[in-house]
């Protein structure tokens, strides 16, 4: 938290030009908070902040697809894998193992 910046550029923006002071603005946040060496405060304008934590939020949510995607990925690897066993026992009830791991298809990525 304490590398948190401030995002308020008063005076640079819209609302900063019209107001006389940087109280008046319906925008700005002053947050503080007490850390292990001192008093910390940030100015923030909370249509950035929270542009800032959406932002953050989107690329989270974009690992989570992807990772759900890798785990779907896999599960029709192995039920595939299972239902391509299943086959061939039941063609053969008395096939061994090692004919059900000779008869195997390769993944889809390749792994054996």
């Known amino acids: 938290m ?10 640079e923006c819209y609302f900063g030009q019209l107001l ?13 908070w007490q850390g292990e060496n001192g008093v910390y405060e ?10 800032f934590m959406v932002q ?3 690329n989270r949510l974009i690992g989570v697809q992807k990772a759900s995607e890798q785990e779907r990925n896999a599960v029709h690897a192995l039920v595939s894998e299972m239902s391509n ?16 791991v000779n008869n195997r298809p390769l993944l889809e990525n390749g792994d054996v």
């Open 2 to 11: 304490r590398n948190l910046k401030d995002t308020c550029n008063y005076g």
């Open 20 to 32: 006389d002071s940087l109280d008046h603005c319906p925008f700005f946040q002053k947050f503080g």
């Open 42 to 51: 940030t100015k923030d304008c909370s249509p950035r902040r929270n542009a």
């Open 56 to 58: 953050e939020l989107f």
């Open 85 to 100: 066993i299943i086959a061939i026992i039941q063609k053969n009830p008395e096939a061994s193992i090692q004919i059900v």
